[in-house]
């Protein structure tokens, strides 16, 4: 079990060295807790799904210690600038497209081309987020399906057997999550009610802000939308070999595999490594994507639900 520690600045430099090396560390923001790895990095960010035991992957937030870092991730629209000078650092997560020179995993974005990022205004989150000088991206520190914990002790009790560190920085002030607002859309949809009201949001968009549940063709989560994930070559699974043509994406020992998901068959490494590998097998050299079983244990049930949503029929 790993214990709650003080945030001091040595506990600080601790937690920063644990995340630059690839850990999970659970910190706390004045939302919830979060249970944070380094956003670049595939297998960190493979490993927050599989802490969560979560049957299917989920975007994540990625947390920032600042506007000008946020920047280098996403496309920052007027819009955005107007909403992050007024709300940042604070409770809410905007979702901007990924820059072309994005460095962070496609797995924080769950295949999709945005990003939800948030710079959050707790202080010990801040001294973390400075003192590691990488991008965290953090979903709630609770297993899937249970209550997002606003203690560090309902996070050891939740996740404790899952994390290198637990940051104890008291009782989340807010305790309810970031509001969520899709800045992609015009006007921005409130994905999610949290810290930062509707009333405040509006009053500096200038206009009403539109639900997604007012358009019945918008997914009230993104994990829900099949082609989301879809690539644009058509997928077949569970087949333990290539047609002519087709690209192989292998897991276990497969020498004819193009790109192998797990040689080693650990379902963490596969999850790291699923979208990055779709993107570069989807190419027109090929005539389609097939892919080897993977077993529906674990993580193996997320990959296996956007692998599902990849192969599904198309419109
Ligand atoms: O207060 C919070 O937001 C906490 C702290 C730790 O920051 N985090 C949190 O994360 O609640 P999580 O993973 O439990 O919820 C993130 C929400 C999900 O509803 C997810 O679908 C949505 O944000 N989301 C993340 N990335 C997205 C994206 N690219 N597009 C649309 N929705 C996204
Ligand atoms: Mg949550």
Redesign the pocket.
């Known amino acids: 079990m790993p214990s709650l520690l003080p945030i001091t600045d040595e506990t600080i430099a601790r937690a920063a060295a644990t995340l630059r090396s690839g850990e999970l560390v659970a910190f706390p ?1 004045e ?2 807790y ?1 249970l944070g790895a380094d956003a670049t990095n595939d297998t960190a960010v493979a490993k927050i799904f599989e802490a969560k035991a979560r049957p299917s992957f ?4 990625v ?1 920032c210690a600042d506007t000008e870092s946020a920047k280098r991730f996403v496309d920052f629209s007027a819009q955005a600038e107007a909403l992050a000078a007024q709300f940042w650092p604070g ?1 809410i ?1 905007f ?1 901007l497209p990924r820059r072309k020179d994005c460095r962070l995993s496609l797995l924080v ?1 769950a295949g ?1 081309p ?3 990022i ?1 710079v ?1 205004a707790h202080k010990g989150a801040r001294q973390l987020l400075r003192a590691a000088g990488i991008p965290v991206a ?3 520190a609770n297993r899937s399906g249970r209550i ?1 914990p606003t203690t560090a002790a309902h996070v050891e009790a939740d996740l404790g057997d899952r994390v290198a560190l637990i940051l104890d920085g008291g009782a989340c002030s807010l305790g309810v ?2 509001t ?1 607002v ?1 800045l992609t859309v015009s006007p921005p949809a409130l ?2 009610p ?1 810290g930062v009201t509707q009333e405040a949001l509006e009053a500096i968009i200038g206009e009403a802000l539109a639900s997604p549940t007012a358009d019945p063709e918008a997914p009230k ?3 829900m939308l099949s082609s989301h994930y879809a690539p644009s070559l058509p997928v077949r699974l569970n087949t333990p070999s290539a047609q002519p043509g087709e690209a192989l994406l292998g897991f276990g020992p497969s020498p004819n595999a193009d790109l192998n998901l797990s040689e080693a068959e650990d379902l963490t490494e596969a999850a790291a490594n699923l979208f990055a590998h779709l993107h570069q097998l989807d190419r027109p050299r090929w005539s389609g994507i097939a892919i080897m079983p993977i077993p529906e244990e674990g993580l193996g049930r997320a990959i296996n639900d956007r692998l599902r949503r990849a192969a599904a029929p198309r419109d």
């Open positions: 923001t939302t919830v979060g989920n975007p994540l937030i947390h409770a997560s979702i974005s999709l945005t990003v939800a948030r959050p953090a979903p709630s997002s999550e970031s969520v899709d994905l999610r949290g989560s993104p994990g």
